[in-house]
């Protein structure tokens, strides 16, 4: 049972657009959730956050929306550039356990000039 | 300073038998995660461990699979009787005292059960 999702295993964007990488998660319980970057050959490097009492939040270029009455999140990246190319994966904690976190099978996001 | 650091880093195996993959994490950082993710996956928690707590073993897939950590550093994890299915990539993270955003990703060991 995946309980996190992310539909879309692939986005190709121009750059300077909006990137847009969404999630749709089923837990209830989840309260935190995350936004991983990988690039090849490396391991997933924490992007951007979101707690479940907040609706956005931002960090520069990068800005995750939650809906907690639809169960989904999105990532938006504003505007697009060719080093963004990279696999994103959306992440959940639930908080009846803090320490763990369940990853979504990410999104491979492709800049091109 | 040094990241987490994972060997080897391609693995490839024969059906049935044993591997040891290595995760050094990040000096001081006290819990250690490892991850797993198979072709077209997520990333799947595996083990946890944290401090000198009982490690969390809940995402283990089968007792052909174990981990330990020795002196709260160096951490090995251990598949027995490779089956073709353990194919994956082995991602092992660590943090200081388990923030979920603060975990630390090594590169991974890719591991091919022929």
Request: proline fraction near 5%; glycine fraction near 8%.
């Amino acid at each position: 049972d995946q309980q996190v999702k992310q539909n879309s295993p692939s986005l190709s964007v121009q750059e300077g657009r909006i990137s847009i990488l969404n999630c749709d998660y089923t837990n209830s319980m989840f309260d935190y959730f995350l936004w991983y970057k990988k690039y090849p050959a490396e391991g997933p490097t924490f992007l951007i956050s979101i707690s479940s009492i907040k609706d956005k939040n931002e960090d520069g270029r990068f800005t995750v929306f939650l809906n907690k009455s639809a169960k989904h999140l999105s990532l938006h990246i504003v505007p697009s550039q060719p080093g963004d190319s990279a696999v994103y994966f959306c992440a959940a904690r639930s908080r009846r356990n803090t320490d763990k976190l369940i990853f979504g099978t990410g999104t491979r996001l492709q800049v091109f000039p | 300073g040094a990241g987490v650091s994972q060997s080897p880093s391609n693995k490839v195996t024969e059906k049935g038998k044993d591997v040891e993959l290595r995760c050094d994490p990040i000096s001081g950082h006290t819990a250690l995660y490892w991850y797993r993710q198979s072709l077209g996956q997520g990333l799947e928690f595996l083990i946890y461990f944290q401090g000198n707590s009982a490690p969390d073993k809940s995402g283990l897939p089968s007792d052909r699979f174990s981990a330990e950590r020795t002196g709260g550093s160096v951490s090995t994890l251990t598949i027995q009787r490779t089956q073709q299915e353990d194919s994956a990539v082995y991602l092992c993270a660590s943090s200081y005292w388990g923030g979920v955003e603060t975990q630390y990703f090594g590169p991974g060991t890719r591991l091919l059960v022929l």
